[in-house]
């Protein structure tokens, strides 16, 4: 057989021997699993059957239905109650959300500012927002500012819903009397 018919047999074969999948692998291989939908400069609102909606601008925000989850890049947010009064508001450099769970993993310039409370918490490490239970998380250096003083800790927890707060390693604090 000449050169001339072999190349193209080989490459017949080449191409007739490969597949390309968005959602299996076999063992020891990485799945690949290929976003739903990516919005750049869009808003969205996360809620699931609740009368306080969380509504979202991002920068882009990439969505894998198969995972429920959101990968969000320069994110704001905020929170209003069933008369529509604003109760929550915040923004992050970048972010994920388990869009089943409603669980926001914030990440880099964090910024949560808790309207009912007059209670700001800031962050430049990560940040874990329950928007269900209300709660907040960070075990990064994290700044709190509430009419009862200023407070700097390496980990903190609240929630905002029982008006319940603690700190681990509390570094300096100020109480307003």
Avoid: W
């Avoid at 709660?135 to 905002?160: I, K, M, Q, R």
């Amino acid at each position: 057989m000449s050169l001339k018919y072999i190349i193209p047999l080989l490459i017949a074969l080449s191409l007739t021997s490969c597949h390309i999948s968005n959602s299996t692998s076999t063992a020891g291989e990485e799945e690949l699993i290929l976003p739903d939908m990516v919005l750049e400069k869009g808003t969205f609102t996360l809620y699931q059957e609740r009368e306080r909606p969380i509504e979202f601008s991002a920068g882009k925000a990439t969505f894998y239905s198969k995972d429920n989850r959101a990968v969000i890049e320069d994110i704001s947010f905020e929170q209003r109650d069933g008369s529509g009064a604003l109760i929550i508001e915040g923004h992050a450099d970048s972010g994920e959300i388990d869009t089943e769970n409603e669980l926001l993993e914030l990440k880099g310039n964090v910024y949560l500012n808790s309207i009912r409370d007059e209670m700001k918490i800031e962050t430049d490490g990560k940040m874990s927002f329950d928007t269900k239970s209300q709660e907040v998380e960070s075990s990064s250096y994290v700044t709190v500012t509430s009419p009862d003083g200023e407070f700097s800790s390496h980990a903190f927890y609240g929630n905002l819903l029982m008006e319940e707060y603690s700190f681990s390693n509390l570094e300096e604090g100020r109480i307003v009397i």
